[in-house]
């Protein structure tokens, strides 16, 4: 197995970077690298540029309109626009429906849907959880009914990530319930400005209105939306939920935190010393850089595997875990650097017409609200104590 790059992936890795270098709006950029909240317009602008290049889907297929690329390709991609400071795709269209229409959907649905995920031109959400079905999916109670040729689908969802801008939502629906819990969902495509479809913000302990409650109120859906067979949605929501770990581990995003955070403890004094030098946080440092290179090799272990068609097993679950274990220490690290600069004075929290001073480093602006928002990222995507039953059931055999 060899997991050192070729000459030629190599040359694929500058021509990204070049390409980012000369394309990456700056006022984008100072977004991303600031840790500052990104609006939908700045991510439909990024992706219709990556479209006009022909990278707008890094991972679909050539015969979908995909550059066609390999894993390690893509992977470099991945790498290189964390590094570079562009935007991370909302996965909801691009890495999680599509490839699930791909697969399992019919022609129909595929002609409709995916030149328009791809262009940018289709804004998805999904439609997983609910209040009594997060960690344990197959509790999901949100009802399909078939009358004619429409379902007719009430019930709630919540959680639903960027949902305020979504046109189209991907939904788990019981259609049985006279079977096991697991046997009785279906996978539905409800079109957003559906009547009967209402959503309510919910308003994260950071400020940010970033997740949503969905409710159905006898919203009519046509049973052409019906991805694959009825009943047999679980099949189709553990395919989409292999592509959501896989993305979570982030490594090219903890790259990028981590040299930030080595750069603000390089500015943060301590006992007449840059932080950087304090023997305790820089073990601290060191402890998630380790980890870090650790998860990037586990990484490259999964995309040779996949080069040899040998379909990755539990190895999405340590990614998720691992990696959402680091990106919450790196934040944690960044706010302990800052200390009470971590609560600034933002002028964009003030009163319209406030022209005085900000407190603190402009890098500190928005590590406490980033802090409070990582905390997310063990919980959501199958919560990491669900993972950890993954693998003790397909490693250890327990």
Same mark, same amino acid.
């Given at each position: 197995?060899?997991?050192?790059?070729?000459?030629?992936?190599?040359?694929?890795?500058?021509?990204?970077?070049?390409?980012?270098?000369?394309?990456?709006?700056?006022?984008?950029?100072?977004?991303?690298?600031?840790?500052?909240?990104?609006?939908?317009?700045?991510?439909?602008?990024?992706?219709?540029?990556?479209?006009?290049?022909?990278?707008?889907?890094?991972?679909?297929?050539?015969?979908?309109?995909?550059?066609?690329?390999?894993?390690?390709?893509?992977?470099?991609?991945?790498?290189?626009?964390?590094?570079?400071?562009?935007?991370?795709?909302?996965?909801?269209?691009?890495?999680?429906?599509?490839?699930?229409?791909?697969?399992?959907?019919?022609?129909?649905?595929?002609?409709?849907?995916?030149?328009?995920?791809?262009?940018?031109?289709?804004?998805?959400?999904?439609?997983?959880?609910?209040?009594?079905?997060?960690?344990?999916?197959?509790?999901?109670?949100?009802?399909?009914?078939?009358?004619?040729?429409?379902?007719?689908?009430?019930?709630?969802?919540?959680?639903?990530?960027?949902?305020?801008?979504?046109?189209?939502?991907?939904?788990?629906?019981?259609?049985?319930?006279?079977?096991?819990?697991?046997?009785?969902?279906?996978?539905?495509?409800?079109?957003?400005?559906?009547?009967?479809?209402?959503?309510?913000?919910?308003?994260?302990?950071?400020?940010?209105?970033?997740?949503?409650?969905?409710?159905?109120?006898?919203?009519?859906?046509?049973?052409?939306?019906?991805?694959?067979?009825?009943?047999?949605?679980?099949?189709?929501?553990?395919?989409?939920?292999?592509?959501?770990?896989? $993305?979570?581990?982030?490594?090219? %995003?903890?790259?990028?935190?981590?040299?930030?955070? !080595?750069?603000?403890? =390089? @500015?943060? *004094?301590?006992?007449?010393?840059?932080?950087?030098?304090?023997?305790?946080?820089?073990?601290?440092?060191?402890?998630?850089?380790?980890?870090?290179?650790?998860?990037?090799?586990?990484?490259?272990?999964?995309?040779?595997?996949?080069?040899?068609?040998?379909?990755?097993?539990?190895?999405?679950?340590?990614?998720?875990?691992?990696?959402?274990?680091?990106?919450?220490?790196?934040?944690?690290?960044?706010?302990?650097?800052?200390?009470?600069?971590?609560?600034?004075?933002?002028?964009?929290?003030?009163?319209?017409?406030?022209?005085?001073?900000?407190?603190?480093?402009?890098?500190?602006?928005?590590?406490?609200?980033?802090?409070? $928002?990582?905390?997310?990222?063990? %919980?959501?995507?199958?919560?990491?104590?669900?993972? !950890?039953?993954?693998? =003790? @059931?397909? *490693?250890?055999?327990?």
């Amino acid at each position: 197995m060899d997991l050192n790059f070729s000459n030629d992936e190599q040359a694929f890795r500058q021509l990204v970077r070049n390409f980012i270098v000369h394309n990456l709006p700056d006022d984008i950029r100072h977004k991303v690298t600031r840790g500052l909240s990104l609006g939908r317009d700045d991510y439909l602008r990024w992706q219709h540029i990556l479209h006009a290049q022909g990278w707008g889907a890094p991972s679909w297929p050539a015969a979908f309109g995909g550059p066609g690329w390999s894993a390690t390709q893509q992977y470099i991609f991945d790498e290189e626009s964390a590094a570079g400071g562009a935007p991370r795709a909302v996965p909801f269209g691009l890495k999680m429906v599509a490839p699930v229409l791909m697969q399992f959907g019919s022609p129909e649905q595929q002609q409709r849907h995916l030149p328009k995920i791809l262009a940018g031109e289709e804004w998805w959400c999904q439609g997983y959880s609910e209040p009594g079905a997060g960690s344990d999916l197959a509790s999901v109670k949100t009802r399909a009914i078939q009358d004619g040729d429409d379902y007719i689908v009430n019930g709630q969802k919540t959680w639903t990530t960027l949902g305020q801008y979504a046109q189209w939502i991907f939904c788990l629906v019981r259609t049985d319930t006279e079977v096991k819990p697991q046997r009785g969902i279906s996978f539905l495509l409800i079109d957003m400005a559906s009547p009967g479809i209402t959503v309510r913000p919910i308003i994260t302990m950071d400020g940010a209105h970033e997740v949503n409650e969905v409710w159905f109120d006898n919203v009519r859906v046509p049973v052409s939306n019906l991805v694959g067979t009825e009943n047999q949605g679980w099949t189709y929501a553990k395919f989409l939920l292999g592509h959501e770990r896989t $993305n979570i581990a982030g490594i090219g %995003i903890g790259k990028r935190e981590l040299a930030r955070l !080595k750069r603000v403890a =390089a @500015q943060q *004094i301590k006992h007449g010393k840059p932080l950087l030098q304090d023997p305790l946080f820089a073990a601290r440092i060191a402890q998630i850089e380790i980890d870090l290179m650790a998860l990037e090799i586990t990484n490259l272990r999964v995309l040779a595997a996949e080069a040899e068609r040998r379909t990755p097993g539990p190895e999405a679950s340590i990614l998720k875990i691992k990696g959402t274990e680091i990106q919450q220490a790196i934040t944690e690290l960044l706010v302990q650097a800052v200390g009470p600069y971590a609560l600034p004075l933002r002028r964009d929290a003030m009163a319209e017409g406030y022209d005085g001073e900000q407190v603190g480093p402009d890098d500190a602006t928005a590590l406490a609200a980033g802090y409070l $928002n990582m905390r997310k990222l063990s %919980i959501y995507g199958g919560s990491n104590e669900i993972q !950890k039953n993954i693998i =003790a @059931q397909m *490693i250890l055999g327990l």
